[in-house]
């Protein structure tokens, strides 16, 4: 049995959405949700990784970074959160 998914050509020749369709759902608001959620989280593991690096060192090298991996990644704080 042949289990291949068979799609028709669109009649434009395009494949993807259009560009008006694609902008639409790039800002939506679950998309939105979702960035400011992926923002967070990150600013999160930055906090962890700084804080980390200050009260035990020794444990970044498990990690498998370098201590200028962590201070670049900790740099991306900003500024008034550094």
């Known amino acids: 049995m042949n289990d291949?998914?068979?799609v028709s050509p669109s009649p434009t020749g395009r494949?993807?959405?259009?560009a008006k369709q694609a902008s639409h759902r790039r800002y939506s608001p679950l998309n939105v949700f979702d960035n400011i959620t992926a923002w967070q989280q990150r600013t999160?593991?930055?906090w962890e990784l700084k804080r980390l690096a200050r009260d035990n060192p020794h444990l970044i090298d498990d990690l498998g970074l370098t201590k200028e991996q962590v201070e670049d990644e900790v740099a991306k704080l900003?500024?008034?959160q550094r």
Do not use: D, E
């Not at 494949?15 to 259009?18: A, E, T």
């Open 15 to 18: 494949s993807g959405p259009s």
């Open 44 to 46: 999160r593991f930055r």
């Open 4 to 6: 291949s998914l068979c």
């Open 78 to 80: 900003p500024f008034w």
